[in-house]
């Protein structure tokens, strides 16, 4: 049962790890939980206690609805890894002129992290919208990079178009520290300017004494997605809609599975569609390289593409025609505008059968991913990449 705490008890309450802080009844900003909780603003995405001139800042709190399509925000609850856009959503400002100063704080945070000044950084107090009213959730202590990501991967500077007019913005990797509780007298420790007390999580203390990660990482009890996991919704069901009217068949459409499979994974080196007569259900052929440019071994992988409505599954049928074509050491991809139904997705994880499944929700990420965001980028990348096929 989730853990929910009122709003009237916020000013003592400790933060707990997946928690519900109850917004207020008022309209204004009177309602707003973070603020009482914290103490640090009660608008925005960006807010923190401190100052930024001199650069000392107790901490930061970052807000997110996870649900801007323009700049998708995201929480990896199996790798603890939480990406983050900057607070320059539109044009008319440089990079590191906000209003609140957000990307700034991103700004001078990273370089700290890249010079090794861990004991300067602030601990990062990540929130997301709750499901009803001013309520948020509260998803972990972060703090900026990962364990495997270099300085030229954690904070980078991505060009957007809005109109006509270009303007750049953040995109952050951060890290959820294995913490599932920060105490009340932690928040008072920093409040106090004292980051490093017997009052602070070990993970954190580990982190700024020895750079160590130690993500909260929550492994997936059940193996297989329910038909809601792998569906999209509200603005996101347009990205799949437009996919699908946009090519006459099913064939059409296999030119554009290979293009999202090789966007999911740049180790995807090769990958060739084979001819619609002859290729007994396989839509395309390929090699998967693992290792690096130097130093690699190829994998052979079978892959199919279904252009189906959004409520028509893949079923066992078209899922036992792929595993039966497998070989030795060779795994199977299917990409489809759909859905698995829980019988064939059960068939292939419980039977350990090596298959990758890209369904409609994974299609519009990993397209989100790679910055197309609107309905006017994917047409772009469309009408770019493919063949104009109109349904009829």
Request: proline residues 3%.
């Amino acid at each position: 049962m989730q853990n929910i705490i009122k709003f009237e008890d916020l000013e003592n309450a400790d933060l707990i790890v997946d928690a519900v802080y109850e917004g207020g009844t008022d309209v204004n900003v009177k309602g707003d939980p973070i603020s009482k909780l914290l103490g640090c603003g009660n608008l925005g995405g960006f807010r923190y206690l401190g100052s930024t001139d001199p650069f000392e800042l107790k901490y930061v709190v970052l807000y997110s609805s996870l649900l801007d399509p323009d700049w998708p925000d995201s929480l990896d609850n199996q790798t603890g890894i939480f990406t983050y856009f900057g607070d320059n959503k539109d044009p008319g400002n440089q990079l590191h002129r906000t209003r609140k100063k957000g990307n700034y704080i991103l700004k001078e945070c990273f370089n700290m992290l890249h010079n090794s000044k861990l004991d300067k950084i602030p601990p990062f107090f990540i929130f997301t919208k709750g499901t009803k009213g001013r309520d948020v959730v509260f998803r972990g202590v972060a703090v900026p990079g990962a364990k495997n990501l270099t300085s030229f991967d954690d904070l980078v500077a991505i060009w957007k178009i809005k109109g006509q007019e270009r303007f750049q913005n953040y995109r952050a990797i951060f890290t959820i520290l294995d913490i599932d509780k920060v105490t009340r007298n932690w928040i008072k420790d920093l409040q106090n300017g004292n980051i490093i007390t017997h009052n602070t999580p070990k993970a954190f203390k580990e982190w700024v004494e020895k750079g160590i990660y130690r993500p909260l990482i929550a492994e997936r009890t059940v193996e297989y997605r329910k038909k809601e996991e792998q569906l999209p919704t509200g603005y996101d069901e347009k990205f799949i809609e437009e996919i699908i009217n946009y090519f006459k068949d099913g064939y059409a459409f296999e030119h554009c599975a290979v293009e999202i499979f090789k966007l999911m994974d740049s180790n995807v080196i090769e990958c060739n569609l084979t001819r619609p007569w002859v290729d007994g259900g396989r839509d395309a052929v390929g090699k998967y390289r693992i290792g690096n440019a130097n130093n690699y071994i190829l994998v052979d992988f079978a892959l199919e593409a279904k252009k189906y409505n959004l409520n028509n599954a893949v079923g066992v049928k078209e899922i036992s025609r792929l595993i039966s074509r497998l070989r030795n050491r060779q795994f199977g991809v299917i990409v489809t505008t759909s859905y698995v139904n829980m019988q064939a997705y059960k068939e292939i994880k419980e039977d350990g059968h090596p298959i990758i499944i890209i369904c409609a929700k994974d299609i519009v990420d990993i397209l989100k991913n790679k910055g197309i965001t609107t309905i006017e980028d994917l047409q772009n990348w469309l009408n770019k990449n493919f063949k104009k096929e109109v349904v009829q």
